[in-house]
T-cell receptor, first 113, second 116 residues
């Protein structure tokens, strides 16, 4: 069985500051890991995914995430927050190659001027 | 590519009524998924189709829930005898098997169900 824990349901960052969203997972097999973003009134959109090819994964909109097996973590970062980054972010894990994902509870990001 | 379309966007119903939601996936996608999202939680997997075959439905919440994809294109999710606990956002997603691993899911904007 897999599970995902996202630390912090709400994060507030200043524009231009570092964005750090934490995700820890549990999985009995090597996992596939994902970050999705949900903007208001829009569908979930894939930011990036870990496929075991590289531990540092770069995604869209300047986001990246690092897979750390020893810490069972897949934290999402962006060096400089922009107002348009205000959204809800979900970490997800899968133990297979298709679309049955286990999502975390999400982290709402607020960006202040 | 017009994206994944879900209809209706909002549905208000009375307890005990039946409701049906429709999902139109991206046209070339052969896989279709239903998820449910309640307030403050992430999406929860319900069921999955590959073409017209429903390959996993173990997560459908009760026998009041059923899903179909009769021609391998659009899908419907029906909830019979709705209960207040069914109030949630119902999400549809689609993907293509393509090269195989780590498929990218494309999500619709969802149908928000409110059961009074």
């Amino acid at each position: 069985a897999q599970s995902v824990t996202q630390l912090g349901s709400h994060v507030s960052v200043s524009e231009g500051a570092l964005v750090l969203l934490r995700c820890n997972y549990s999985s009995s097999v090597p996992p596939y890991l994902f970050w999705y973003v949900q903007y208001p009134n829009q569908g979930l959109q894939l930011l990036l995914k870990y496929t075991s090819a590289a531990t540092l994964v770069k995604g869209i909109n300047g986001f990246e995430a690092e897979f750390k097996k020893s810490e069972t973590s897949f934290h999402l970062t962006k060096p400089s927050a922009h107002m348009r980054d205000a959204a809800e972010y979900f970490c997800a894990v899968s133990d297979n190659s298709w679309g049955k994902l286990q999502f975390g509870a999400g982290t709402q990001v607020v960006v202040t001027p | 590519d017009t994206g994944v379309s879900q209809d209706p966007r909002h549905k208000i119903t009375k307890r005990g009524q039946n409701v049906t939601f429709r999902c139109d996936p991206i046209s070339e996608h052969n896989r279709l998924y239903w998820y449910r999202q309640t307030l403050g939680q992430g999406p929860e997997f319900l069921t999955y189709f590959q073409n017209e075959a429903q390959l996993e439905k173990s997560r459908l919440l009760s026998d009041r829930f059923s899903a179909e994809r009769p021609k391998g294109s659009f899908s419907t999710l029906e909830i019979q005898r709705t209960e207040q606990g069914d109030s949630a956002m119902y999400l549809c997603a689609s993907s293509s098997t393509g090269s195989g691993t780590n498929e990218k899911l494309f999500f619709g904007s969802g149908t928000q169900l409110s059961v009074l």
